[in-house]
């Protein structure tokens, strides 16, 4: 079982940057691809990025590709997700989500979820 706690969510101006973070407990943890995923307000749950297991291989959705960049440090079971050039649409409660698989490319279920953390960008 992996348990996921998101932080680094925020209010910023349109241009700006936010790193979120995801803290992960188990080992399961670096044996796992992992992702992230957003909610906007009246709208669905979609998939912005993942990475494997080791770290070896990313994934973006085309509306991020370019502005964001996923990372992972095993060594200390968390997952990163840096966003730069922010725009407005990007406002949404972003999710940590874990797979059973060492790569995920965008598309299935995930797993493990955690509780989100909400990013606001102003215009």
């Known amino acids: 079982q992996v348990q996921l706690v998101e932080s680094g969510g925020g209010l910023v101006q349109a241009g700006g940057s936010l790193r979120l973070s995801c803290a992960a407990s188990?080992?399961?943890?670096?044996?796992?691809?992992m992702g992230w995923f957003r909610q906007a307000p009246g709208k669905e749950r979609e998939f912005v990025a993942a990475v494997s297991w080791s770290g070896d291989s990313t994934v973006y959705a085309d509306s991020v590709l370019g502005r964001f960049t996923i990372s992972r440090n095993n060594a200390k079971n968390t997952v990163y997700l840096q966003m730069n050039s922010l725009k407005p649409e990007d406002t949404a409660v972003y999710y940590c989500a874990g797979s059973l698989s060492r790569y995920y490319n965008g598309n299935g279920p995930m797993s493990y979820w955690g509780q989100g953390t909400q990013v606001t960008v102003s215009s």
């Open positions: 188990g080992r399961t943890f670096r044996s796992i691809a």
